[in-house]
C-alpha cells in the first residue's frame, strides 16, 4: 500500500456512523470504544462537530478522532479519545489527519484545553505535554507520561482534577 496519501478530514455525518463504529471495532479488537463513542453521542459531552473522520481521496473512511466535554475542576476543557485508524491504513496519517482538524476544529470553536491520555510517543507531535506538569491529574492512576494537556490558546492552563463525562465511567 502506499503510505502517502492525501487524507481528507471532515466532521462525522449521521451517515458515518456505522463506519466510526466498524473503524473502532477494527482498531481495538473489542467493542469497548465503539460502544463508548455510541454511549457519548447521546450524553451532554457530545460537541457536533468535534467528531472528525479522515478519508482517502476516493472518500474511504479510515480514521476517527473525537474530543468530547470534561473538566479540569470547574473548568471547561475537552478530552481526546478515542482516536482509531482501520488496520490496514494505520501508520499512513489517518489518525493525524484527523487528530488536527479535530484539534483545529476545537480552536476554531474557542476551546482552551485538550487532554489526552494516550501513548506518550505519538501525542507530542500535536503539542501535548505531561499534564502532571501543570499541576493537572486524572481521578485515576494512569502513567505519568501517559495524561497529556495542550493548550488551545495563549490563556494559561488551570491546575485541578480532570472530570470525566460519565460514559468514560472514570
Not at 485508524?85 to 487528530?99: D, F, H, I, R, W
Request: proline share 9%.
Amino acid at each position: 500500500m502506499n503510505t502517502h496519501i492525501d487524507w481528507i478530514s471532515r466532521a462525522e455525518t449521521d451517515a458515518d456512523i456505522p463506519m466510526i463504529r466498524e473503524i473502532n471495532l477494527a482498531a481495538f479488537g473489542t467493542p469497548l470504544e465503539a460502544d463508548l463513542v455510541d454511549t457519548l453521542r447521546a450524553d451532554a459531552a457530545w460537541i457536533p462537530g468535534l467528531s472528525v473522520v479522515a478519508l482517502t481521496p476516493e472518500g474511504t473512511l479510515a480514521g476517527h478522532a473525537l474530543l468530547t466535554r470534561c473538566h479540569i475542576d470547574g473548568t471547561p476543557a475537552l478530552c481526546l479519545a478515542p482516536v482509531a485508524v482501520l488496520p490496514e491504513y494505520q501508520k499512513t496519517g489517518a489518525g493525524s489527519a484527523a487528530v488536527r482538524a479535530a484539534l483545529a476544529a476545537a480552536r476554531d470553536r474557542g476551546e482552551h484545553i485538550v487532554t489526552v491520555l494516550g501513548h506518550p510517543a505519538y501525542y507530542p507531535r500535536f503539542g501535548f505535554s505531561p499534564a502532571s506538569g501543570f499541576g493537572i491529574r486524572p481521578t485515576i492512576d494512569v502513567p505519568d507520561e501517559a495524561m497529556m494537556v495542550l493548550g488551545l490558546d495563549d490563556r494559561p492552563l488551570p491546575s485541578g482534577t480532570i472530570h470525566y463525562a460519565a460514559p468514560f465511567g472514570i
